[in-house]
């Protein structure tokens, strides 16, 4: 056995600081130097987060997940949002989904270009700014529109030209309000019909009719107007302006039938304010007249009244009862009479017949006193005084005085005296006025058309037509007379 010699124990003093060696502990002579320990070794592997067991990390987890430290992966504490979303982020860094063509705003897949869409579809705008595709439609052609719908609506595409697309439409009329959906949801206007504003400056749109070199506007007034592009260029589309409703212009012209209404987008005729419709014709509607009336005709072919038993209607339609007690002849005191005299008698003042004497001592001419007369005037005319007198003047006259008390001559009906000749002050032509009682009219506004009890023809007069003579309405009619039958009544 080996063993070690005696040896005295020596102490090694630190060096300081300042000289420049490092201060070591003491150390016993005859004792070997002690070696570094190994270098640390991170140990991550298939870690992607957590310590790597040196002080350092595996790495770190993206927002919305943590780290498990155990086993050094990251997990996920965000929940994905694609609902309704066909492409665009997720809310928590990942994707809904991507586009193969064209661009994704709001979450779904939009046209940039025509070249998007493919054939025969173009890339619209709405009004919302979005984009998508439509097919190219013609207004005049319905099979380039299927499933219902019209080609009745406008979109924008990217270089601001107008396209028309096909959506579902309405029923509203031409230059009826009117609301274009937004996204291609439809239209309330009607067939051949779109919504537009008529003027640049106009407050809303209205419904307005499609129109080109081929299809022209229907309505006198119209002129087929170009729609402009976004860029204020003519399109390829045009509308008839100014926008016509069915009854513009009114298409009610017939006599006294000229209220325009429309029923189930087509234009109906009226009859005006105080007409009635018989048998498509507008008649004026008879107002009856009894004011003030008891008995009588009431102006419209009916009547005001009957008079009791023994009572008889007056011309002024109240009702009265005759009175003839105590007497023979003279009035009744209703317009009729209580009898006449024979010859040679004279009814008194208080109904009785009275013997009469002629009386003619001196006279020539003139009345008897006994209803008689003593005898006319073959030239001149009869004077107070019973006599013959004065020579008539009627040279180049027809009517009027002939300065005798007499008159040179009476014109005929509608006719009137002026400086002793028979004019028409009223005369327009040598037709009467309503000739058969057709359309025409007097010159003078405020002349009535009558035609005189027994005579052909009508004639302008300043005098409305009594009972019996002819008429063409009511206005021509004296009150509270009325024209039926063309007749005042």
């Keep these: 056995m080996l063993s070690l010699a005696a040896c005295s124990t020596t ?18 002579p005859g004792d070997p130097q002690l070696p570094d320990p190994p270098a640390c070794v991170p140990k991550c592997g298939t870690r992607a987060c957590g310590s790597d067991g040196c002080g350092g990390t595996c790495g770190s987890c993206k927002k919305g997940e943590t780290c ?9 504490t965000c929940m ?49 700014g979005n984009h998508g595709c439509t097919p190219v439609c013609n207004p005049f052609d319905g099979s380039t529109c299927t499933g219902g719908k019209a080609c009745a609506s406008f979109a924008e595409d990217g270089a601001g030209r107008l396209i028309a697309a096909c ?47 081929t299809h022209a506007c229907p309505k006198p007034g119209q002129t087929c107007v170009p ?21 513009t212009p009114n298409p009610c012209t017939s006599a006294n039938k000229n209220v325009c209404t429309v029923v189930g987008g087509v234009a109906q005729c009226g009859c005006n304010a105080g007409y ?28 005001c009244g009957a008079c009791a038993a023994g009572a008889t209607c007056k011309s002024t339609g109240q009702c ?24 040679g008698q004279i009814c008194s003042a208080s109904g009785q017949c009275n013997v009469c004497t002629p009386s003619c001592a001196g006279k020539t001419c ?29 040279a180049g006259k027809n009517c009027g005085d002939d300065g005798c008390g007499g008159t040179c001559g009476a014109c005929s009906f509608g006719k009137t005296c002026a400086a002793g000749l028979c004019t028409d002050p009223n005369f327009c032509s040598s037709s009467p006025c309503y000739a058969a009682f057709s359309e025409g009219g007097c010159c003078a506004s405020s002349a009535f058309c009558v035609r005189g009890a027994g005579q052909a023809n009508t004639f302008c007069r300043n005098a409305c037509g009594k009972s019996g003579e002819g008429c063409r309405g009511d206005n021509d009619c004296c009150s509270p007379l009325n024209c039926f039958g063309n007749v005042c009544q």
């Design 167 to 213: 959506v579902p439409i309405g029923t509203k009329l031409e230059n009826e309000p009117c609301t274009d959906q937004a996204n291609f949801a439809g239209t309330d206007c009607g067939p051949g019909l779109t919504c537009v504003k008529p003027t640049s400056t106009a407050p809303s749109p209205v419904c307005m009719r499609f129109c080109d070199a």
């Design 227 to 247: 729609l402009a592009n976004g860029t204020n260029a003519a399109s390829v589309y045009s509308v008839c302006g100014p926008p016509m409703g069915p009854c």
């Design 80 to 128: 994905p949002s694609c609902t309704g979303l066909v492409c665009g982020p997720d809310g928590c860094g990942g994707t809904c989904g991507s586009c193969s063509t064209g661009t994704c705003r709001n979450g779904e897949c939009q046209c940039t270009t025509d070249a998007d869409c493919g054939p025969n579809r173009v890339c619209g705008q709405d009004t919302s």
């Design 366 to 394: 003139g009345p008897d006193g006994c209803g008689g007369s003593c005898g006319f005037c073959a030239v001149g005319v009869c004077n107070g005084s019973g006599q013959c007198a004065c020579t008539p003047k009627c």
């Design 11 to 28: 102490t090694v003093e630190k060096l300081s600081p300042e000289a420049g060696v490092e201060p070591t502990e003491p150390v016993e």
């Design 68 to 76: 498990n430290t155990n086993k050094g992966t990251c997990a996920s």
């Design 276 to 303: 009635g419709d018989q048998g498509g014709t507008c008649v004026k509607i008879c107002a009856p007249s009894c004011a003030g009336k008891t008995c009588g005709p009431d102006g419209c072919g009916g009547t």
């Design 320 to 343: 009265c009862t005759p009175s003839c007690a105590g007497k023979t002849c003279g009035s009744d005191g209703c317009g009729g009479t209580c009898g006449t005299c024979g010859a």
